[in-house]
């Protein structure tokens, strides 16, 4: 396990796209901050966007936007696209066989490529933070303020993006085809929100909101510092269930397809 591992690493460390997809994650940060700094000394007495209220009205330099860079860079959707092509990459090259063939079982195989996927996003995500950090600093000024709380809220935001990664990873296994694998990390969770919507809209309840324990919701809501003890609560809970039923429904199909 521990020479499959060292392999999958080598190989997450030559892998180009997920290189290019930081760089579009980074590049995506940057460009919404100079959007939301031009908006606010255009019109800065009337902003269009909840975002740039928080930034005008705040006193806590660039905590508004650093706490947001996770939504406006697409970090979810673009990074998944990186995780789809790494664990696609040996069954679209059927290479998948000689790892196989040297004595890896199949379940060493799928926990293997799971742990290189989670070191690949964390290292990313971190990347992101930290850039984010700068970037927010020089647009918006040092992030000051509850400081505490928005680590908080970025570690949470962190354990949704694992979450998000075990249900991309569980999707490109299961389907083991690239091309496909990403067009369904694309699509599917616009499918999966409005089905989600249109459930609500036929429960009707106003207690409960099937929507607003999905994934993509709930993390919206962590990237503001206003985000309440039940959105907090939400994150936590959901992404631990997310990540477990993932990781569980992967290997579960896994056993039921044959390599």
Sequence with gaps: MGKLLRFNLRKLVMQKSAYICLAII???????????????????????ISLT????????????????????????????????????????QRTIKNIIARGYSATQLYFSKLIIVFIAVTVAFAVTEVAAFAI????????????????????LQYLG???????????????????????????????????????DTLINSKD??????????????????SASEKDIAICLFGSIAYI??????GALFRKKKEI
């Design 26 to 48: 980074l590049g995506l940060c940057l460009i919404y901050a100079v959007a939301y700094k031009l908006m606010m000394d255009s019109n800065p007495s009337s902003p269009e």
């Design 53 to 92: 209220q928080q930034i005008i009205a705040s006193r806590t330099g660039g905590l508004a936007y650093w706490l947001f860079s996770l939504m406006s860079s697409n970090f979810t959707m673009v990074f998944g696209i990186a995780v789809a092509i790494i664990v696609c990459e040996d069954f679209d």
């Design 136 to 155: 927010s600093s020089a647009f918006f000024g040092v992030p000051r303020g509850d400081i505490a709380k928005a680590f908080g809220l970025i570690m």
């Design 161 to 199: 993006v694992l979450a998000n990664t075990s249900f991309v990873f569980a999707i490109s296994y299961i389907i083991k085809r690239m091309g496909f694998s990403i067009a369904t990390v694309i699509i599917s969770p616009l499918i999966i929100q409005l089905l989600l919507l249109l459930a």
């Design 208 to 225: 409960i909101a099937l929507s607003d324990y999905w994934i993509d919701t709930y993390l919206q809501k962590v990237c503001f510092i």
């Design 244 to 249: 477990a039923g993932f990781v569980l429904l």
